[in-house]
């Protein structure tokens, strides 16, 4: 199988585009400049993998690629299996023989890699037909909860119609279903938005009922369970309304938190918004005034200051 000669990559997002270079990123924005050919790709980035418990390997591109989020590897049975996929396609990755997709948003270099390891790639039928999705090849599209090589499925839907959770032993992959990070919890508020994550949590918390695994592996962060499960039914809870847990009390100007009036989505410079593009460290005054709140798109002025 030959890879498609047109391909390009968001270096702002972490998308690959199949066919001709863009005129701006159909998830961020980001004008042409920010694509490059997927051949410039594989010669900047590199996928580093990392270990996180027996049988299981997160994969990163170093240097960070984008807000492209960490696909991981798994042990199984009979197969090595991808749950997601990088964005760079580097020949010399650890090979899978299947890829398996939560979901549609980050496909990265599947095609690549299904054609350099010969794997199979999975995702769900909801998913596939999307017009973004459309151009990658799929060999099984379920529609269906299902187990295979020791790993189960479980659709939730959520933040794309198709989303879909897979546990494997004691660990869960939830992908970006939930951005938890440090003082800070919130589910994902693209796609569906924040309400339609919390009822695909409702669907999976009732699926891994009272379960107790070790681990979670979602956006770039590995997270104990027990922890993340509270959080994640406190977030339920609220109907999606994020959580913030940093102290209160002074702070210096460039490091006060600022609340959303609706949604009460804190920003702190401390954490910054990663996955939406904002480094750790930003100041909210250095954040453009074109900036929305990601969870209920009102204004940067709609922030108010809640340090002194």
Request: glycine share 8%; net charge neutral.
């Amino acid at each position: 199988m030959k890879a498609p000669a047109s391909q390009h990559v968001c270096t702002a997002y972490g998308y690959n585009m199949i066919g001709p270079k863009p005129a701006a990123c159909p998830f961020c924005g980001a004008g042409a400049a920010a694509f490059l050919t997927d051949a410039a790709c594989s010669a900047r980035y590199r996928v580093t993998a990392s270990a996180v418990a027996p049988g299981i390997t997160r994969l990163n591109s170093v240097p960070p690629l984008g807000i492209e989020h960490a696909a991981y590897r798994i042990e199984a049975d009979g197969a090595n299996v991808w749950i997601d996929c990088p964005s760079s396609f580097n020949a010399d990755a650890l090979a899978a023989q299947v890829i398996a997709f939560t979901h549609k948003d980050f496909l990265g270099a599947s095609n690549q890699y299904r054609a350099a390891f010969g794997a199979e790639v999975w995702i769900h039928a909801a998913d596939a037909v999307h017009p973004l999705a459309r151009p990658f090849p799929f060999d099984r599209r379920f529609d269906t909860d299902f187990e295979a090589h020791g790993i189960a499925a479980k659709h939730i839907g959520g933040h794309s119609p198709g989303f879909t959770a897979y546990r494997f032993g004691d660990t869960l992959f939830a992908c970006d279903l939930v951005f938890d990070r440090g003082a800070r919890t919130r589910f994902n508020p693209y796609g569906q938005g924040a309400r339609g994550a919390a009822e695909a949590a409702r669907r999976l918390l009732a699926w891994l009922g009272r379960d107790e695994l070790a681990r979670v592996c979602g956006w770039n962060y590995v997270s104990d369970y027990a922890g993340w499960r509270d959080r994640v039914a406190a977030l339920v809870a609220r109907n999606g309304r994020p959580l913030d847990r940093g102290p209160a009390g002074p702070r210096a100007p460039e490091l006060r938190r600022y609340i959303c009036n609706d949604c009460a989505l804190v920003y702190d410079p401390v954490l910054g918004m990663p996955e939406d593009g904002i480094p750790p460290g930003t100041p909210f005054a250095a954040i453009p005034d074109t900036w929305r709140c990601p969870d209920c798109r009102l204004t940067k002025a709609d922030f108010v200051a809640i340090d002194s």
